[in-house]
């Protein structure tokens, strides 16, 4: 195994604050996980570029690190670890991405988030020669650590550049998307896939992949144990079977794709489920009640995107011809309902699906909660002039100002994809206003509020400069902001030589996952950052040996413990073999994303025909 650095991060959580947060988060969050050390430079300052050859130098605070175990002391952190640090909130941390490739990370938590934004070239360039050699295929959600990101993007540019395959053997995607890049990579010969995720995305591509013909492509995670999440397991409790088991009749379960196959499996025998992704939510409950009126929508388990769904047609039906604007902005009127939400739709029928909404009251992700009511008070206050972004999962009151936003062409709310898109437009938009070339001396900054998971600015970053670069636009900077609670940072007493002997300044975290609040949520998510740089290349270099056939290494046996979890393998529901049952609503989603309509199969099912 190679490593761009000599060593790893150590990071626990504190006991008493795991405990606390594990409550909260209804989730066990993994005793450990790695990250690299920070890399500095003689003069202690770091150089941060990418591929362009201008590049912004900055102070480093060294040793800035993510801590997610028990033993903080064998790490060389006191308890003095645990004093408040005094941030406040009205100022956010956020990254800076300007022409030629500048990048101005601003904040500790930003730094961190920035260390690996340009990856090492003898990292990228050894896992890009062992994934040609195994023939392997990696998919990766957008919610990686962004060293993992950095080098993954690197290595896929060297791919599209070297014209050695028809489709990219790195993708970085949301958690649908991969399963669909993997369909393509191994339609492209590969015979193997990595995917860099949680457990249900592992489960989910491999599932994808046995439906198009590709079951014997064995699918590896990068950890032996288990990958949990917070909000696919809120679905695993007795409760949701018992809220699934008061359906009424003509009732269709809608749930999100970001759970296990056994909750779809055990979902499907109670009442008719097809799933969905934050990016077609809104078109699978409207399309269901164009075609059954009178259906009855049960949502779950992510509580705060099922109620944010309920505020987005509030919000829709409250702007409608009657309602005092305070801009010039075009009301929802039938016509527009019917234009912009659905041909099929108007008021009326709006009110009426709104009304037939049942959303499961216990289901949330870590990340998303973090978003409280102190950053929503300092998003309202000191950022009014930026653009919001906000994920479907995160809480009502973030939800409801990037809602705000979004009906004036100032903000989205969606998937990361989402995300991700309109960051992009409106940078691009500037771009053109801009023009290239320019004064510098006169620069306009676009600021972003990120409100999702902080993994998803390597792409963001990806994305603004490519646009900067193909426009020739000197002017133009996209402020990437990070609503981060004072809670998800802690300082280090000044006095503690313990401490000091580490060179630590700020811990982004409260004793826990980087980022993360013992209110229960965090700025980037313990669980994904099960994935890094080492383990891919463990399970590259495994794989490699496994197909040498090496004598005595074993590696075939213990790249089992890699495969997705299998619980359902034999066992029957109903007498249903109930691997099928979990596939069912993943097919009928297929279905319905191909042909914009419910499948004829699972309408029968939800009249009882």
């Known amino acids: 195994m190679i490593s761009s650095t000599a060593s790893r991060r150590?990071?626990?959580?504190?006991?008493?604050?795991?405990?606390?947060?594990?409550?909260?988060?209804?989730?066990?969050?993994?005793?450990?996980?790695?990250?690299?050390?920070?890399?500095?430079?003689?003069?202690?300052?770091?150089?941060?570029?990418?591929?362009?050859?201008?590049t912004v130098s900055r102070p480093v605070r060294r040793n800035v690190l993510c801590r997610l175990g028990a033993d903080s002391g064998a790490r060389g952190l006191s308890s003095a670890a645990t004093a408040a640090y005094d941030q406040s909130v009205d100022v956010f941390p956020s990254i800076v991405i300007g022409a030629n490739g500048s990048i101005e990370p601003q904040g500790s938590f930003?730094?961190?988030?920035?260390?690996?934004?340009?990856?090492?070239?003898?990292?990228?360039?050894?896992?890009?020669?062992?994934?040609?050699?195994?023939?392997?295929?990696?998919?990766?959600?957008?919610?990686?650590?962004?060293?993992?990101?950095?080098?993954?993007?690197?290595?896929?540019?060297?791919?599209?550049?070297?014209?050695?395959?028809?489709?990219?053997?790195?993708?970085?995607?949301?958690?649908?998307?991969?399963?669909?890049?993997?369909?393509?990579?191994?339609?492209?010969?590969a015979t193997s896939i990595a995917c860099l995720g949680v457990d249900f995305m592992s489960e989910s591509v491999a599932t994808i992949m046995t439906k198009?013909?590709?079951?014997?492509?064995?699918?590896?995670?990068?950890?032996?144990?288990?990958?949990?999440?917070?909000?696919?397991?809120?679905?695993?409790?007795?409760?949701?079977?018992?809220?699934?088991?008061?359906?009424?009749?003509?009732?269709?379960?809608?749930?999100y794709i970001n759970t296990s196959l056994e909750t779809k499996a055990v979902s499907a025998s109670?009442?008719?489920?097809?799933?969905?992704?934050?990016?077609?939510?809104?078109?699978?409950?409207?399309?269901?009640?164009?075609?059954?009126?009178?259906?009855?929508?049960?949502?779950?388990?992510?509580?705060?995107?099922?109620?944010?769904?309920?505020?987005?047609?509030?919000?829709?039906?409250?702007?409608?011809?009657?309602?005092?604007?305070?801009d010039d902005s075009e009301p929802w009127d039938d016509a527009r309902i019917a234009r912009d939400l659905h041909p099929l739709h108007n008021s009326e029928s709006l009110k009426r699906l709104r009304d037939s909404i049942d959303v499961y009251p216990s289901g949330n992700c870590v990340v998303h909660h973090m978003f409280g009511s102190e950053v929503v008070r300092a998003v309202r206050q000191n950022y009014d002039d930026a653009f919001v972004t906000a994920h479907l999962e995160v809480p009502g009151e973030m939800f409801e100002i990037a809602m705000e936003k979004s009906l004036v062409g100032r903000g989205t709310v969606g998937s990361t994809s989402d995300i991700l898109k309109f960051i992009s437009r409106k940078v691009e938009e500037a771009a053109e206003e801009e023009g290239a070339g320019g004064n510098t001396s006169s620069r306009r900054r676009l600021r972003f509020i990120l409100g999702t998971e902080a993994g998803m600015v390597t792409s963001i970053v990806k994305s603004v400069q490519d646009i900067l670069n193909q426009t020739g636009n000197q002017n133009v900077e996209?402020?990437?902001?990070?609503?981060?609670?004072?809670?998800?940072?802690?300082?280090?007493?000044?006095?503690?030589?313990?401490?000091?002997?580490?060179?630590?300044?700020?811990?982004?975290?409260?004793?826990?996952?980087?980022?993360?609040?013992?209110?229960?949520?965090?700025?980037?998510?313990?669980?994904?950052?099960m994935n890094d740089l080492d383990a891919l290349n463990d399970i590259v270099n495994m794989v490699l040996r496994a197909q040498s056939d090496v004598e005595g290494s074993g590696d075939s046996t213990k790249l089992k413990a890699y495969h997705p979890p299998n619980r359902l393998q034999g066992k029957k529901i109903s007498g249903i073999p109930a691997v099928d049952l979990g596939s069912e609503p993943i097919l009928f989603m297929r279905k319905f994303m191909q042909e914009k309509a419910m499948p004829d199969k699972l309408v029968k099912k939800i009249l009882c025909e």
């Open 10 to 54: 150590g990071i626990a959580f504190a006991s008493a604050v795991r405990s606390r947060f594990c409550a909260a988060s209804c989730a066990t969050i993994p005793s450990s996980f790695a990250r690299r050390p920070t890399k500095t430079n003689d003069n202690n300052s770091r150089t941060l570029h990418t591929a362009n050859p201008t």
């Open 110 to 189: 930003a730094e961190a988030q920035a260390e690996f934004l340009q990856p090492d070239a003898d990292a990228v360039t050894t896992l890009s020669t062992n994934l040609m050699k195994a023939n392997m295929g990696v998919v990766a959600h957008y919610y990686m650590d962004v060293e993992l990101q950095g080098v993954l993007t690197a290595v896929r540019e060297e791919q599209n550049r070297s014209a050695g395959t028809s489709h990219p053997r790195i993708a970085i995607a949301d958690s649908l998307a991969m399963g669909d890049h993997a369909v393509k990579m191994c339609e492209d010969g």
């Open 212 to 255: 198009n013909g590709y079951g014997h492509v064995p699918v590896y995670r990068l950890n032996p144990n288990p990958i949990g999440c917070s909000l696919a397991e809120s679905a695993e409790r007795d409760s949701y079977r018992a809220w699934l088991e008061k359906a009424d009749s003509k009732s269709l379960h809608v749930v």
């Open 270 to 326: 109670i009442v008719p489920t097809i799933t969905c992704t934050s990016s077609n939510v809104l078109n699978t409950i409207l399309q269901a009640s164009a075609q059954i009126p009178d259906v009855k929508i049960m949502y779950g388990p992510d509580t705060y995107m099922g109620e944010n769904l309920v505020t987005m047609l509030d919000t829709i039906l409250a702007h409608g011809p009657n309602a005092d604007y305070a």
């Open 478 to 529: 996209a402020e990437i902001v990070f609503p981060v609670s004072s809670e998800a940072v802690m300082g280090v007493d000044e006095g503690d030589t313990s401490a000091a002997s580490t060179g630590l300044g700020v811990v982004p975290g409260v004793a826990g996952g980087e980022g993360c609040s013992t209110a229960g949520g965090c700025a980037t998510c313990p669980f994904m950052k």
